[in-house]
């Protein structure tokens, strides 16, 4: 079975553009979680959605948005870019929407870099 | 608050000895702990969990201990080898919030 797939794995955008990351859960699994890890750190919860609701969100600012689609993909959207914002972005699959007890298996990310 | 401590942020052992890696949380609340592997250029890699019901787990030469009273949990990694070069990552789930709370990471290197 494929793991959790990520697209693009490589991207380059200007500052103030927008870019959208997408990925797809390992077969089976409604709950879709999204990283950011920048160089040298751990990666830091963005958001998670489960059966297309959001339900989480972490300390990031509005210009960051998710959704989740029926096939249980998602994206996740980034406007008005930072340097700021150039990292690693990470999605995550796991079968039911509470992180308490639930595997939470990663795909291999998104490399933004924001010139 | 959300917090998970995560040392030594670096370790350097000779091939075939053991590594340790050691972790403390904050929310009491977290029953599911988690460690990632993450090598250059690629995602995190789970390789083993522990769920709070249990002290021990043990996958081959991989083990993970938890101390709930203190809030403690360790990897274990004996006879080490090259490829066991990597950073990393220990985690919890912060319960109110559906989400996982990572460590900063060691990066563990193996001496030939």
């Known amino acids: 079975d494929a793991g959790v797939t990520q697209s693009p794995t490589h991207l380059i955008k200007t500052r103030g553009q927008q870019v959208t990351l997408r990925c797809s859960p390992i077969?089976?699994?409604?709950?879709v979680s999204w990283y950011q890890q920048v160089l040298g750190q751990g990666p830091q919860f963005i958001f998670q959605y489960y059966e297309k609701e959001e339900r989480g969100r972490g300390n990031f600012p509005d210009r960051f948005s998710a959704r989740q689609f029926p096939n249980y993909s998602s994206e996740l959207n980034v406007n008005a870019l930072l340097l700021g914002d150039s990292a690693l972005y990470l999605c995550?699959?796991?079968?039911?929407?509470?992180?308490?007890?639930?595997?939470?298996?990663f795909g291999e990310g998104s490399w933004l870099t924001v010139v | 608050g959300e917090n998970v401590e995560q040392h030594p942020s670096t370790l350097s052992v000779q091939e075939g000895d053991s590594a340790v890696i050691k972790c403390t949380y904050s929310?009491?609340?977290?029953?599911?702990f988690p460690w990632y592997k993450q090598e250059l250029g690629k995602g995190p890699q789970l390789i083993i969990d522990?769920?709070?019901?249990?002290g021990e787990k043990k996958d081959q030469r991989i083990a993970v201990t938890l101390n709930k009273t203190a809030k403690h949990f360790s990897l274990h990694i004996t006879e080490t080898q090259p490829e066991d070069s990597a950073v990393y990552f220990c985690a919890a789930p912060y319960s109110s919030a559906s989400k996982i709370i990572f460590g900063s990471g060691t990066r563990l290197s193996i001496r030939p």
């Open positions: 929310d009491s609340a977290s029953n599911y």
């Open positions: 077969s089976g699994h409604k709950s």
């Open positions: 522990i769920r709070s019901n249990v």
């Open positions: 995550a699959s796991s079968w039911s929407g509470g992180a308490a007890g639930n595997t939470i298996y």
